[in-house]
Every structure is written in C-alpha cells, then in structure tokens.
C-alpha cells in the first residue's frame, strides 16, 4: 500500500543540526512532489518546503529558508529535510506528504517528532 | 507567507449543514485555483478533502464540497455527523511557488 515512513526526530539543543529521513513505498516516488509539513504543539499545520519529482526546484517558507534543506534520492525512494541553525520554534511534529498535481497533498505519513530544547 | 485566515471554530447540529470560510489574498486564494481542504483528528495524519477548489478524492464523502469566490474559498459540510468533529484546514499555492495554510478552524458538532 501506499506509505510514507518519516524518522530522524529527537531531542536537539538550540543551534544544533538533524536530517529528517521519510522513506516511501507502493507507489512511483520520482513522478511526485513532495512537501515537508509541521505542526507545532497546540498550534496548526504550516508548510515548510517543497521539492519537485526532479528535485529541479525546492520552495522553503520564510520561517525556515536558509537554515533548511530538502532534498530527494529516487533511487531510494526517500526524502530528506537537513535543519541547521535550530531554534525553539521549530519544535514539532514533522509531516513528508505527497503532492498530487499542483496543490492536493493526499498521503501523510505518520510524523517524527523533533524537539528543540536545551 | 502570512497564514490565510479561518474562523477559529464553527458549530452545528447533527444533520445540519455548516460552512468554513478561508481568506486569502491576490497573490494565493484569489490568484490560483489551487486551494486544497484537509480534515485533522487529533493523533492522526490530516486527511485530503478537496483539492483544486472543488474537486473531492475518491473515498471523500460527497457531503463535503468546495467553492471559492474572490479571495475567499469555502468547505461546505451539509448532514453533518458526529464522525465530522475534528480541525479543518485551508491551503494555497501561492505567487512565490509556496504553499500557505490557514489559521484552522475546530468544528464541534453539537
């Protein structure tokens, strides 16, 4: 079936690094976009990156650009999101989704959750 | 990138129908149709509703549509359930190739 398994999470100090990994299955990864999507505790979903099938073109939110980095490896199925340069407010519970045509993001995999604390 | 704008909660009886409304600008809502609608229970993944203004995945209930006018798109529910009660949220591409959520919006059903 189709499925989306995130993992890299974990407890990280101010200023530090991860690699969020989402590896996916049952369906033809190189002929999709994928986006990265948080949502932090007790607040709503927001969008932080996107990257094309062809990882020709990626797309960062303000909060995010430049201290983060998407990227894909087709061969293996698997997105990546590189976070430098943490801060507080990018604890949350990251979501790899995949993107359907231009705008539906229509399979969520289950999130990693990444905490930044000291 | 500023958040499109839901109302923070809306509620209804069993059986009636309710609408959200998501207001954007020029430069996502207004400009594109590329809105998107997702249902989220707390502790699950979001769910896909309805995609492009008015399209709904197949497996969606037919309950639930979507239209847009000017800057504002809205997902209607109509024979509301109990199974319906969870955050809902808007979404856009936007003029910068980006996409932005809305604010969310809690539905209760009463």
């Known amino acids: 079936q189709v499925q989306l398994v995130e993992s890299g999470g974990g407890v990280v100090q101010p200023g530090g690094s991860l690699r969020l990994s989402c590896a996916a299955s049952?369906?033809?990864?190189?002929?999709?976009?994928m986006h990265w999507v948080r949502q932090a505790p007790g607040k709503g979903l927001e969008w932080v990156s996107v990257?094309?099938?062809?990882?020709?073109?990626?797309y960062y939110s303000d909060s995010v650009r430049g201290r983060f980095t998407i990227s894909r490896d087709n061969s293996m199925n698997t997105l990546y999101l590189q976070m430098n340069s943490l801060r507080a407010e990018d604890t949350a519970l990251y979501y790899c989704?995949?993107?359907?045509?231009?705008?539906?993001?229509?399979?969520w995999g289950q999130g990693t959750t990444v905490t930044v604390s000291s | 990138q500023s958040a499109l704008t839901q109302p923070a909660s809306v509620s209804g009886s069993p059986g009636q129908s309710i609408t959200i409304s998501c207001t954007g600008t020029?430069?996502?809502?207004?400009?594109?149709?590329?809105v998107s609608w997702y249902q989220h229970h707390p502790g699950k993944a979001p769910k896909l509703m309805i995609y492009?203004?008015?399209n709904r995945p197949s497996g969606v209930s037919n309950r639930f549509s979507g239209s847009k006018s000017g800057n504002t798109a809205s997902l209607t529910v109509s024979g509301l359930q109990a199974e319906d009660e969870a955050d809902y949220y808007c979404?856009?591409?936007?003029?910068?190739?980006?996409?932005?959520f809305g604010t969310g919006t809690k539905v209760t059903v009463l």
């Open positions: 989704v995949r993107l359907f045509g231009n705008n539906a993001m229509d399979v």
């Open positions: 049952g369906f033809t990864f190189r002929s999709h976009g």
């Open positions: 990257i094309w099938y062809d990882a020709s073109q990626e």
């Open positions: 020029n430069s996502d809502v207004g400009g594109y149709n590329y």
């Open positions: 492009d203004v008015t």
């Open positions: 979404n856009s591409y936007t003029s910068s190739s980006s996409y932005v």
